[in-house]
């Protein structure tokens, strides 16, 4: 929904048509959207997009008409969900929700901003967006933004330093994986992270026992899923019915058949020596964010250097975890999925994947204290 609001926002930005974009920053307790849902308010009333219905978003399309009326600023809005309106709505939740609702008239001013929000969502380099939504002191105005690229790269009239230097690494962190977050800075600001990019994927090259397990508990972390096995009793809906699709096609030949960005992970479980060979050959040229390779220390360098003479490069080894997982001393292919998740959770997030205990010379210092 977020890609075709944008589209929509971009069209009327570049013929100069107003309108409003409604978004829920923050909600607590019980509510009928969560942060990030969106509604687009055109000149003409129409709307596209829903911020969770009934009263609220009858009250906001109403104020939401009155900006473009009056050619107002951007407003931060709340509305706590309690039980006389739930009594006159017919709601249920009873908790509150906070709106930025910001009207656009100028195209030159938000297309900066949405275009490269477009072509996140559509598999380039992900980003996040930060938007100031209120200021207790008025410091930076309410609507200054920043573009948050994944490499830490930033476009946007947010300039102070006291502000960039925590939206940076935050945004970096959300742009990853879509996802959003609202900060109440000390300083005053109160600011909305929200990340865009394709959803995670996850294309698994082998359908036998580790694909299949992997493939359970990669869609339970809400992965998106494409399986290729040139066996089609090993890639079928039935044996996979969690994944997105499944694809009957040699390795290389399936991969191409598939889309493949930076949001992209790659786990090569084929059956073989020789199919690894195949598959890591196709997996080193595309832009995937993670590629791992099934199979021991001994395996994974004599196919690294047919690899090597063939042509492959060093820098594209490198971009290759073998063996995969990290070491958990997992043996079944369950233990093997989990193992391996976790290396493309720790890939994804910045982790180092060590063991996150207390050592000792922590706890001697708490007894040193008394």
Known sequence: ?????????????????????????????????????????????????????????????????????????????????????A??????????????????????????YA??????????????????VKSSEAKVAPGRKLLIYEDGSCFGDIREPHLREILVPEGRKLAAFGEARYLALESGEEVYLEGF???????????????KAVSSLAA?????????????????????????????????????????NANSDILIATRGHRYDDIALRAAIDTPARYIGLLGSKRKSLLIFRGLLESGATLEQLRRVRAPV??????????????????????????????AMRIDDAEIEKLIERG
């Open 325 to 354: 997982g990290l070491a958990i001393g997992a043996l079944s292919p369950e233990e093997l999925a989990v193992s391996i998740m976790a290396e493309i959770i720790a890939c994804r997030r910045g982790g180092a994947g060590g």
């Open 87 to 112: 009594a006159r709505d017919g709601l249920v939740c009873g908790g509150t929700m906070y709106f930025f609702i910001e009207p656009v008239f100028s195209g030159q001013s938000f297309l900066p």
């Open 115 to 132: 275009g490269p929000v477009l072509k996140a969502c559509a598999g380039e380099q992900p980003l996040a967006l930060a938007i100031v």
């Open 220 to 260: 339970m972390l809400g992965f998106r899923i494409f399986v290729v096995d040139d066996r089609k009793e090993f890639a079928n809906p039935e044996r996979f019915p969690e994944a997105a699709g499944t694809v009957v096609a040699e390795y290389a030949a399936g991969l191409q058949q598939l889309e493949i």
């Open 197 to 211: 990019t394709t959803p995670p994927t996850l294309i698994i090259l082998g359908g036998g026992h580790v694909g």
């Open 1 to 85: 929904m977020h890609q075709t609001i944008f589209t929509e926002a971009v069209q009327l930005a570049e013929n100069a048509r107003p309108f409003v974009l409604a978004t829920v920053v923050k909600t607590s307790g019980s509510s009928p959207q969560k942060a990030g849902a969106k509604m687009l308010v055109r000149e003409d009333g129409s709307i596209l997009g829903t911020l969770g219905g009934g009263c609220v978003e009858g009250d906001i399309w109403y104020i939401a008409g009155e900006m473009l009326r009056r050619h107002e600023p951007p407003r931060f809005q709340q509305y706590d969900l309690n039980e006389t309106m």
